[in-house]
């Protein structure tokens, strides 16, 4: 098959995707236009968000049809320009969908340091999702000596690096949530949390009691759901909570968006509740990723990648992030990063 | 009958409560022990929590058996003390109980200045109401110049307080929310709000976008349900929401615990939620009343009475209150203040 190739719907989605919901297919070179930007691609970024995206509710753009490329972030390296301010050579992030070469329009391009290696750090802990963590740990938490955090999805790499910054900032006791004792286990040994509760196990909110009796001063919620429901339950008073993402709701079938919680909760336990939208804080994304890289450098920053090679395994790569079989930031290595 | 009077639990309450569902009584004259006082009341407070209480869900305590006393606020002169800092012709808030006369507590008993006139103001807009409306704008919600506000239950002491605070402090529009056209004209006419709309107009959401088409910036809620949603539809980025009472569910079945919004929307819309417990804040009570009575004096703060005369025009003004019936704050006047 040609050099340049590309992902796309082969059928309508169902439930939770699977592989064969998407196809392989050769494209032509893409030409670019005035304020263009033709990039090889070094690295996929697969998300959860885009299981959202692929059912038409997410903020971020419509659903491809059946036939068209699916969406997603890349990082590259310039191949062409026709945009100011970038040239051949320079490594960029921004929206490509899953293809070799992409057509990037400069002006929702973000150029990125090529020295922070491998590039892929730049889909994970050192771009959108540690940028995500920041913002929770950071701006919205304010995370300080003493507080006691929860982290759901806290194998992925916003919840691993949430837990970890917070920790950078002082917090006293760090506990995450993921959904296997495989998975638990990569947060506790390679991220460093004091514990990792499996949600799958029958008494996993008596673990959690157990693990902070105290009551949970800041808690990061990727999933909402029940989960949600059992961190209010031990949320000490005037807890934090930074709401980011609703993982149990991305694969209901379209329509149905379940309630949340009764407001009472939120008035008895004196809840500080933020919703948080990470292309808020795209201002610094560049000034972060230097930090987290000199973290990375210094030990006090872990990141896990699940990753595939080459275009052809994205389409099982993704179905297993659908089903939580992933651990860490998945990513797909197109040979040159 | 006895200058000593209570009003009790006639029978079950199913529903929203009655006058029938209740009953005078004589009383003898109240002993009391160390550490206590004698108060004789001057006006008792009739709450929208009360109604909760009643079945039981109130955090302010039990609900009442039949032919038991009705909780409830009362200010009132100390007649009798056997407690230290607490001497005969002190005026005190409390909780009483719906009676004429009653045995405080000392430890929890709040001394109040009798300057402050009339006394049912420490039972309003000087009172715990008032404090919770200043716990909102002022700690909470922290509202300042170009705010734009929107009330529930505006016509009440907390909600019409909040806006009146919410103006002294800045805010650029202010706009309640009230249940019939004689509560939102109170609202507009004493209360100074640049709007009031009734939530019963089967247009009610469409002229709150139109009121407000920027979006809201600062939502005090005393209601959830409905209401809460549409506040959320009409939410500015950022918007703080201040979650204080729960007015819609205080007369369902007992169980019933209505599920709330998706979190979904929190997150679109960045919103920043708080919790608000006016206990929390019983510390500024007496600095706050000083400061709400110079506003009453100077004529920034306004402040609208429901007021029956006796003890036995309690049932009847209670059951007014739960049908929503009432104007501004609802009190009972049992003729010596």
């Not at 929206?95 to 020295?115: F, I, L």
């Not at 040994?189 to 509760?197: H, N, Q, S, V």
């Not at 610094?284 to 930090?291: F, G, H, L, N, V």
Request: proline fraction near 5%; hydrophobic fraction near 40%.
């Amino acid at each position: 098959m040609s050099e340049f190739q590309k992902v796309v719907l082969s059928r309508e989605i169902t439930g939770v995707p699977v592989a064969q919901d998407f196809a392989i297919e050769a494209m032509a070179r893409p030409e670019i236009a005035e304020g263009e930007l033709l990039v090889k691609n070094a690295f996929l970024s697969l998300d959860p968000y885009i299981g959202s995206r692929l059912k038409g509710r997410h903020m971020s753009g419509p659903a491809p049809k059946i036939g068209e490329l699916i969406p997603g972030l890349a990082v590259g390296e310039v191949l062409e320009s026709r945009a100011a301010g970038f040239a051949p050579g320079d490594h960029v992030v921004g929206e490509s969908g899953w293809r070799t070469h992409c057509v990037m329009d400069a002006a929702a391009a973000q150029k990125v340091d090529a020295a922070i290696q491998p590039l892929s750090l730049h889909l994970g802990v050192c771009g959108m999702p540690g940028l995500t963590a920041w913002a929770s740990a950071h701006h919205l938490a304010k995370v300080r000596e003493g507080d006691r955090v929860l982290v759901s999805s806290a194998t992925g790499p916003v919840g691993g690096t949430v837990g970890q910054l917070a920790r950078i900032k002082g917090a006293t006791k760090v506990v995450g949530l993921a959904g296997s004792d495989t998975k638990c286990r990569t947060v506790e040994r390679e991220y460093g949390f004091d514990l990792c509760i499996n949600y799958k196990d029958a008494d996993w909110t008596d673990q959690l009691a157990a693990a902070l009796p105290d009551g949970i001063t800041v808690y990061h919620d990727n999933v909402g759901g029940d989960v949600l429901d059992a961190a209010l339950a031990n949320l000490a008073d005037y807890g934090r909570v930074i709401l980011c993402g609703l993982i149990s709701q991305y694969n209901l079938p379209e329509g149905e968006r379940p309630a949340g919680p009764n407001p009472g909760v939120y008035i008895l336990k004196r809840a500080q509740l933020s919703g948080l939208v990470v292309y808020d804080y795209m201002a610094e994304q560049a000034d972060y990723a230097a930090r987290a890289f000199e973290w990375i450098e210094s030990g006090d920053l872990r990141y896990v990648e699940d990753r595939a090679e080459g275009l052809a395994a994205t389409p099982e790569l993704f179905a297993k992030l659908m089903h939580g079989d992933n651990v860490g930031k998945t990513v797909v290595a197109l040979g040159n990063g």
